[in-house]
Structures are given as structure tokens and as C-alpha cells.
């Protein structure tokens, strides 16, 4: 007599997890969680200064710096200059 066999779903042929609805709940509110805690601080460092480094032609670098809060920038020849600025910056 030969064995009886038992036929496989195709989750199991393909070694597919069984969708679990309570995982699935926790994956979206993670998710949910995660963007929001991106918009949060993309709201909260909007007001921060943007600096960016360049270097000219001549290899001499620079460093511009953009205040959100005025619309303003200004271009420093030294780090030294933009840690002054950002020091009389934080304490306005």
C-alpha cells in the first residue's frame, strides 16, 4: 500500500509566512510612525543654517552659509569665520 500524500498549499511549497494580521497592523504603524517622525524634524530643522563647502578654480575653499530665518547668505573664507557666525547666530 502506498503513502498517503498530503498535498501542500503553495505557501508551503514556497516556504511563504502566513500573512499574520497583527504583524501587517504593526508594520503600517510603523511605517505611519516613521513618517512622522521624518515631517517632525524636517519642521524642526528648517530653521537651522545651511552650510555647504566649496572650492574655487584656485583650490581655495569657502564656506557659504544660509539663514532660513532672513533669506539671507554669506560666504566665509575660514572656518574660524563660520564658527564666529554661527556663534553670534545661536545666541540672537
Known sequence: MAPQR???TY???ELIAPANP????QFAL???LRNLWQHWLALMTKNEPQISQ???A???ISWRIYDPRT???TTCESEQEVRVWLDNYFRS
Open 71 to 73: 533669506g539671507r547668505s
Open 30 to 32: 510603523g511605517s505611519i
Open 54 to 56: 566649496t572650492v574655487d
Open 11 to 13: 505557501e508551503e511549497l
Open 58 to 60: 584656485k583650490g581655495q
Open 6 to 8: 498530503e498535498w501542500l
Open 22 to 25: 497583527k504583524y501587517q497592523q
